[in-house]
């Protein structure tokens, strides 16, 4: 799989309340298909496994289950060899 | 819950609220407070005793005393076989403090999975059939103690005899075999094993047990029939059941949303007296809407019947909205379409399974994020399917709640089942009380007498092994089963909702199946047959098709070792339970994407290639409207950590397909049919009752984002709850398909005003051909 040429940053919110979210920011300068996202934690996120056209600027949000008691560690992978 | 069961003491602990996911339902529950026989019960292991959870089972007992693995992990289910062979003795000491034999005590088990004795003080303990044994799942079995039970150290004896055992004493009284013998006893037919499940053979009491009193009157079985109903008003017919030991006078009153509506004085009531009713008008009703239609308003009916100062109540929650099932003869063959409210609703939903092997495991907490995942994936029915369990009334109530209206069948699937007079009878028995549970519901919108039974019988070879006279009666068996007895008692006790006798109408292998009643396509998957062909294969109401995909890598951790994440570890291969899964999904991933050598690159592929299908399917089903009047996918759900076809995986990670059916379900789709020569035919789905007026704009860019041709149609007309072609782009005249290797057509649908409506990114070529 292949996460080249995928920009990506996160925002942490309401950290160590029960309001705790993330948000995703993604972007590239070529389409890539089947974008995901996956963390160390468990949780919900608002899209997943989606295309991100050229120039998109796409925002994700993850809400964990719980608060998060340990760092979050994220990764992204799109199709690709 | 186990442990909030363990903390309460003393032994009888009142059951006076109806918040116990698994306790008696709503329906029923009376304030007079029965008392609960949840604690302190014990079974047998090795000539010792240990303590059982109830509701649970004997595999759940076993794993709380640390006695047995998890089955759950690598491959211990094989290793486990010997659990559903062995016989089970579990055993309650209680005082008889309580018990009064004036108040018609019973001992009332809701739920007793497996083939049970019931012994008293050593004495055989008889139910309300008369005899000392159950044998059906899905009933309520009540037993009356008449006598036998002292003041203090009553011991009650439950005796678990393996179900391999009853089923082969039963079977030796028909002269043929049927194609699978776990008929022969009412078990959940799941847990016999399926292509997505464990065998585990299992037994133990699965729903709440508790001592059921009453003084000189009982009421039960509240049930609002709703016999009219428009704008200005709604007629119910309210009724309830009552029993009663004395001759004397009642009020009765009736409310609505904790209103008074009606007060009956001076109802007589003596020990013949088994029933009152009594109309109810409201006036203005709010209706309940499946959801993305409107409101899912909600009313509460109560009944209190009064005796001077004794006081007892039912309660129940309806919504007020008509649902009807349009079967009729048209010029296609006979259609399958729902009207809500008289409005014809396009079905959009998924398939469910029991979401854990062991249902008294799960919490409401999870019945509530998978159906709000339905919710929010816009979907507005779930098909609660025949080889599972009737759901505990926590989620029709969710259902009620969310708007997402419930296919029930009823329990039979994929079988062949006896026809004697005991089987019906219990049939019959477990119908009524199935049917009398869930009626109230306003999400319940269809019974279905059986999954696939008509199918099987037509088309998987069944019928060849049986002599005529044999082939004969078991067909004579079916109709009367699925056709008489299971009609019947809808029409008598829920008289106004959808009843069909199986589902699919027609297997795929039949033409009809595309053009007559509801349909299960699986020429994807089991015929291995390419995606495109959802294009021809189109029925009327597509109840069933899917593909497989691997859950993600955090959820196999869960079953494997490290040494044993690659498939064809014996691990991976008892989580794999399609014969041919792997081969058929290496077929698909070697026609859309590649095959990858690791195991996640193939869990991700897998789910990748899984979504990619079905979500074309969706859009294809959803563009045939009319033709086609709703699609449900298999499967929503999953009952352990397994390859299946779930769009969420057992501890409710969404795959992608969960985010793709999101997408593919939303009320407003672009969408498109097959290239025609040289022109793309572009589609506008809306679900919604309003026209929209609208523009397309079309662009067709590289995959750096170079617009290469673009094209705008304005002033388009698109009418409520239809499927329209709004335009045709014609592709290959300035371009030649197969050199847009790295292209993608951006379509984008606008209000006048300039809001986005819709969009939908095509990739021109097919993912593997980018590599």
């Known amino acids: ?81 | 819950m186990k442990q909030f069961y363990r903390l309460c003491h003393p032994l009888l602990l009142l059951l006076l609220c109806g918040s116990l996911l698994l306790s008696c339902n709503k329906n029923e529950q009376t304030v007079e407070g029965n008392a609960l026989f949840i604690t302190d019960w014990e079974f047998q292991y090795q000539g010792k005793w240990y303590p059982a959870f109830v509701p649970g089972y004997i595999h759940t007992d076993l794993m709380d005393n640390n006695l047995i693995d998890n089955p759950f992990y690598g491959n211990n289910e094989q290793k486990l076989q010997w659990v559903s062979d062995s016989c089970w003795v579990y055993r309650l000491h209680f005082d008889g403090t309580l018990i009064d034999l004036k108040k018609h005590p019973e001992l009332v088990f809701e739920g007793v999975t497996g083939y049970a004795e019931f012994y008293l003080n050593g004495q055989p303990l008889f139910n309300q059939e008369g005899q000392n044994y159950t044998d059906n799942s899905f009933r309520i079995w009540r037993f009356p103690l008449v006598d036998n039970v002292k003041d203090k150290d009553n011991e009650l004896i439950v005796k678990f005899i393996p179900a391999s055992k009853i089923i082969r004493e039963r079977k030796m009284a028909l002269p043929y075999a049927l194609p699978d013998e776990r008929v022969f006893l009412r078990n959940p037919p799941y847990q016999g094993g399926w292509d997505w499940v464990p065998k585990l053979v299992t037994c133990g009491f699965s729903k709440a047990i508790y001592l059921s009193q009453w003084k000189d009157f009982t009421i039960s079985n509240l049930h609002i029939r709703q016999n009219h109903l428009c704008d200005e008003e709604a007629h119910l017919l309210v009724s309830f059941d009552i029993l009663s030991d004395i001759d004397d006078d009642i009020t009765i009153k009736y409310l609505v949303n904790d209103k008074i509506f009606k007060i009956v004085r001076n109802a007589e009531i003596n020990p013949d007296t088994d029933h009152f009713s009594s109309e109810l008008t409201i006036k203005h009703p709010s209706y309940w809407y499946p959801n993305g239609m409107g409101e899912q308003n909600l009313y509460k009916v109560s009944v209190v019947v009064e005796k001077g100062s004794q006081s007892k109540k039912l309660e129940t929650r309806i919504g007020l909205r008509t649902i009807e099932l349009n079967t009729s003869v048209d010029s296609i063959g006979s259609a399958f379409k729902f009207l809500v409210n008289g409005q014809p609703v396009f079905i959009k939903g998924a398939n469910w399974i029991p979401a854990n092997f062991f249902p008294t495991r799960l919490k409401e907490e999870q019945y509530r994020q998978l159906l709000q995942a339905c919710k929010e994936s816009n979907m507005n029915m779930i098909r609660v399917w025949g080889g599972g369990i009737y759901e505990p009334d926590i989620f029709y109530e969710l259902c009620d709640e969310m708007g997402i209206m419930v296919w029930q069948d009823f329990m039979y699937a994929c079988a062949l089942y006896p026809g004697d007079s005991s089987f019906l009878h219990n049939a019959e028995m477990e119908a009524r009380e199935q049917v009398c549970r869930l009626r109230n519901h306003p999400s319940l919108a269809i019974w279905c007498g059986n999954n696939e039974v008509k199918n099987g019988w037509d088309d998987w070879g069944w019928q060849k092994q049986y002599k005529p006279m044999h082939h004969a009666e078991i067909e004579r068996n079916m109709h009367t089963l699925f056709n008489t007895l299971l009609s019947n008692i809808v029409i008598e006790l829920d008289p106004y909702r959808p009843y069909i006798s199986t589902s699919p109408l027609w297997g795929w292998g039949h033409p009809q199946s595309c053009t007559e009643g509801d349909a299960h396509y699986w020429g994807v998957w089991w015929g291995e047959l390419p995606f495109e062909i959802w294009e021809e294969k189109t029925g009327r109401f597509m109840a069933e098709y899917g593909f497989q995909s691997y859950p993600e890598m955090n959820t196999i951790n869960t079953f494997t070792a490290e040494n044993d994440r690659f498939l064809g570890s014996a691990a991976m291969n008892n989580h794999q339970k399609h014969a041919r899964g792997v081969q058929i999904i290496n077929k698909a991933l070697a026609q859309y994407f590649y095959i990858p050598e690791k195991l996640s690159d193939y869990s991700y592929l897998s789910q990748l290639v899984q979504a990619y299908g079905i979500g074309q399917a969706i859009e294809v089903h959803r563009r045939q409207q009319p033709h086609c009047m709703g699609t449900l996918y298999w499967q929503l759900n999953d009952c352990w950590p397994v390859a299946s076809w779930s769009s969420i995986d057992y501890y409710g990670n969404w795959k992608a397909l969960q985010y793709e059916a999101k997408r593919q379900y939303a009320p407003v789709i672009l969408t498109t049919a097959p290239m025609q020569k040289d022109t793309l035919p572009i589609f506008v789905v809306n679900d919604s009752a309003k026209t929209l007026q609208a523009k397309l704009q079309i662009r067709l860019c590289e995959f750096d984002g170079t617009v290469v041709d673009s094209l705008e149609v304005d002033s388009l007309t698109i009418p409520g709850r239809s499927s329209v072609e709004i335009a045709r782009y014609f592709l290959s005249k300035k371009f030649k398909i197969n050199k847009l290797t790295h292209h993608y057509l951006l379509l984008q649908l606008y209000r006048p005003d300039g809001q986005l409506l819709a969009q939908k990114s095509i990739i021109i070529s097919i993912p593997i051909s980018w590599n």
């Open chain 1, 1 to 81: 799989m292949n996460s080249e040429g995928i920009r990506m940053s996160v925002q942490r919110l309401n950290a160590g309340t029960k309001d705790e979210r993330y948000i995703f920011y993604l972007s590239a300068d070529q389409l890539k298909y089947g974008v995901a996202i996956s963390t160390n934690l468990s949780g919900r996120y608002s899209d997943n496994y989606f295309t991100l056209l050229p120039g998109e600027e796409k925002q994700v949000t993850f809400t964990p289950s719980s608060p998060a008691k340990q760092q979050m560690i994220y990764n992204v992978k799109a199709y690709g060899k």
